[in-house]
């Protein structure tokens, strides 16, 4: 059984910095694909990032430029390096694990989620 678990999130000004990690078990999958997704208190869940296997990634046009998808394989570790966060990017961050598709860039196809870490940006 998959699981996964986020750390990382909390408060901080906008135009600052934030490291997300989730450490994945349990996983047997040859190929896959792991992102980040995000939900706000008025939003639907909406992808971020993805990473697959052959270590192709992919972003959101909104965070494009500002945050770094990463994983390391001996940690068996996603990671997500936010950098310039701002406002609009405050939301519950979730990792999931899936198999990978394209649509307007590479992202993750999933039931498996984490059980979510909180990112808050002030103004």
């Known amino acids: 059984q998959v699981q996964l678990v986020e750390s990382g999130g909390g408060s901080v000004q906008a135009g600052g910095s934030l490291r997300l990690s989730c450490v994945a078990s349990?996983?047997?999958?040859?190929?896959?694909?792991m992102g980040w997704f995000r939900q706000g208190p008025r939003n639907e869940r909406e992808g971020v990032a993805t990473?697959?296997?052959?270590?192709?990634?992919g972003y959101a046009d909104s965070v494009k430029g500002r945050f770094t998808i990463s994983h390391d394989n001996a940690r068996n570790t996603l990671y997500l390096l936010m950098n310039s966060l701002k406002p609009e990017d405050s939301a519950m961050y979730y990792c999931?694990?899936?198999?990978?598709?394209?649509?307007?860039?590479?992202?993750?196809?999933?039931?498996?989620w984490g059980q979510g870490t909180q990112v808050t940006v002030s103004s």
């Open positions: 999931a694990i899936g198999s990978c598709y394209y649509s307007d860039y590479l992202r993750v196809a999933t039931n498996d």
């Open positions: 990473f697959a296997s052959d270590g192709t990634t």
């Open positions: 349990g996983t047997t999958y040859s190929r896959y694909c």
